[in-house]
């Protein structure tokens, strides 16, 4: 059974910092790119960041310079450090696994960030 369980989300001020953390499990964790979206209130989902097998990364532009993703192949864990956050990066953050274009297979429960002025 697949289990991705995101961790490390919850309120934070403008300009602070957050590490998201998703502990992946049942499935082939380093065979499979990962990413972290996020859904804001009456917003569309919108993927922020991407990380292949091989660690090669993508970020939306509004987090570029911000965030950082990254993977732990041997805890079969994905992080997002998220630095000098905005109000605008509330949201829910799901951490995802394994494309099925133009998806992901794999979907974890989601972890809200808040970020306060």
């Known amino acids: 059974q697949v289990q991705l369980v995101e961790s490390g989300g919850g309120p934070v001020q403008a300009g602070g910092s957050l590490k998201l953390s998703c502990a992946a499990s049942?499935?082939?964790?380093?065979?499979?790119?990962m990413g972290w979206y996020r859904q804001a209130p009456g917003k569309e989902r919108e993927l922020v960041s991407t990380?292949?097998?091989?660690?090669?990364?993508t970020y939306v532009d509004s987090v570029k310079g911000r965030f950082n993703i990254s993977r732990d192949n041997v805890m079969n864990t994905l992080y997002l450090q998220m630095n000098s956050l905005k109000t605008e990066d509330t949201a829910v953050y799901y951490c995802?696994?394994?494309?099925?274009?133009?998806?992901?297979?794999?979907w974890g429960q989601g972890t809200q960030v808040t970020v306060s002025s």
């Open positions: 049942g499935y082939a964790f380093a065979s499979c790119g």
């Open positions: 990380i292949s097998p091989h660690s090669t990364t």
């Open positions: 995802v696994a394994c494309v099925l274009f133009p998806t992901y297979k794999y």
